[in-house]
């Protein structure tokens, strides 16, 4: 087979990897093993969508069986994620505002115990104060 | 462009006509290759022929980038203004012209290897 021939052969997979004509035949022959390689990596990302695509439809269908099926009388329906699943990284300002919150919360939770375990010590302090008198 | 598959490629050749300052780049596309078929050439005949093989390549050489040179003036390039080509210069032209075929050919280097029963080691 020529080099001709086996250019022809190849032709129709280019173009339909979106490679213009004039590039495969005038340009820069390394120019479809950049082609190539792009469209693997759009392949990657279409296969990604996909799978992303069929988290959301799982955790759909979970919220709804769960709802239909395994909700106790007077339990709180269970919601469907409020917010799309997170795909790109955090950016520095949202790792710090994540970090802030998580040590509010952290801060909420003790000086709730705080206020339990003291509140707690009084009541038995009364009691025990109660019982001498 | 980047990846080891075009680090490796042969990159064109330049004239440059020290009278004119004209340059000349010198390099193959996929129709120069087709033109030089159309026209009978086969590659693997410049080894057997040189004398009249290298100067059939050294013109279709030009037609990627300088369509309108004639088939005279390459000629006369060659044999009175070069006095031929060395063999590394051959050899360049050799690689630029399967080029366009090895860029079809050549295996990606994103991890494919990974899953391959064979491998090649140079």
Do not use: C
């Not at chain 1, 250019?7 to 093993?33: K, Q, R």
């Not at chain 1, 990284?89 to 206020?115: F, G, N, S, V, Y």
């Amino acid at each position: 087979m020529s080099y001709a021939e086996q250019f022809y052969e190849a032709f129709p997979y280019y173009l339909s990897i979106g490679m213009p004509s004039h590039e495969f035949w005038d340009g820069d022959p390394w120019l479809v093993w950049g082609y190539r390689k792009a469209h693997g990596l759009k392949n990657e990302q279409r296969n990604y969508e996909m799978w992303l695509q069929g988290l959301y439809i799982h955790e759909s269908i979970s919220v709804a069986i769960e709802n239909a099926f395994g909700r106790k009388k007077g339990q709180q329906p269970v919601r469907y994620m409020d917010k799309p699943i997170r795909i790109t990284p955090l950016t520095e300002k949202e790792k710090a505002d994540k970090a802030e919150m998580a040590r509010q919360k952290l801060i909420a939770e003790l000086t709730a115990w705080e206020k339990r375990f003291n509140k707690g010590k009084s009541t038995e302090g009364g009691e025990q104060s109660g019982g001498h008198n | 462009m980047a990846g080891s598959a075009t680090n490796d490629a042969a990159k064109p050749l330049i004239l440059t006509d020290n009278d004119t300052g004209d340059k000349y780049t010198l390099e193959f596309s996929r129709e120069s290759v087709k033109f030089a078929e159309a026209r009978g050439f086969d590659v693997e005949d410049v080894g057997k022929y040189p004398m009249t093989k290298v100067p059939d390549l050294f013109f279709y050489a030009f037609r990627k980038n300088h369509r309108g040179v004639a088939r005279e003036r390459t000629d006369r390039m060659l044999f009175d203004d070069l006095k031929g080509l060395s063999p590394a210069a051959i050899e360049r032209l050799l690689a630029l012209y399967t080029a366009p075929f090895e860029a079809l050919v050549v295996a990606e280097d994103d991890g494919g290897e990974k899953n391959a029963r064979m491998t090649v080691e140079l």
